[in-house]
Nanobody, 125 residues
Framework: VQLQASGGGLVQAGGSLRLSCATSGRTFSSYAMGWFRQAPGKEREFVAAISRGAISTNYADSVKGRFTISRDNAKNAVYLQTNSLKPEDTAVYYC???????????????????WGQGTLVTVSS
């Protein structure tokens, strides 16, 4: 599975961005998907995850109520709608794929098998 994230950019605090992750292959629906981010000088951290059939989602506490993860299995894509952005959301955002069982959401980055190249989100104050 090849992943390509896009949609990052420069936005003012309080603004929104929609991140997209396009995938190759015909088995996208077999993967749980996740978004992670890495800020300068910090370790990569979990942001959001969605199960194979979009039955379940999970979010980091820092983004709950502001970010929404979704997927479109027909388009082989996963999205992250980011609202009410804060300067501390500035990071490179990565999408990842995990061949998890149906309905499972995975927040542990070490369980993810495939990663995209990342897209930079910069939030100015």
């Amino acid at each position: 599975v090849q992943l390509q994230a896009s949609g990052g950019g420069l936005v003012q605090a309080g603004g929104s961005l929609r991140l997209s992750c396009a995938t190759s292959g015909r088995t996208f629906s077999s993967y749980a998907m996740g978004w992670f981010r890495q800020a300068p000088g910090k370790e990569r951290e979990f942001v959001a995850a969605i199960s194979r059939g979009a039955i379940s989602t999970n979010y980091a506490d820092s983004v709950k109520g502001r970010f929404t993860i979704s997927r479109d299995n027909a388009k082989n894509a996963v999205y992250l709608q980011t609202n009410s952005l804060k300067p501390e959301d500035t990071a490179v955002y990565y999408c990842a794929a995990n061949p998890a069982r149906y309905g499972a959401v995975v927040s542990d980055q070490y369980q993810y098998s495939y990663w995209g190249q990342g897209t930079l989100v910069t939030v100015s104050s």
